[in-house]
């Protein structure tokens, strides 16, 4: 399992980007990237686990909200 620490500057980047939009293109994920430090794989693992804690405190049988990207499938 891939664990690693953040600072509160490289949480803060990546909620402020999970807000905007749960998956993420090549270009967030570069920008992403460059702004924290972090490798691509640190920062898509990071939007993976949001995506699952985020579907877990879905009460049972309520509708997730889908975002506009995820209906038309752009990821």
Do not use: H
Not at 8 to 29: D, G, H, I, P, R
């Amino acid at each position: 399992m891939l664990e690693f620490d953040l600072v509160k500057e490289q949480t803060e980047l990546l909620k402020k980007a999970f807000e905007k939009n749960t998956y993420l293109s090549a270009s967030v994920v570069q920008d992403l990237c460059e702004k924290t430090g972090l490798e691509k794989t640190n920062v898509k693992i990071w939007f993976r686990v949001q995506r699952y804690k985020r579907k877990e405190m879905q009460p049972k049988g309520e509708p997730m909200e889908m975002e506009e990207d995820e209906m038309v499938g752009d990821q």
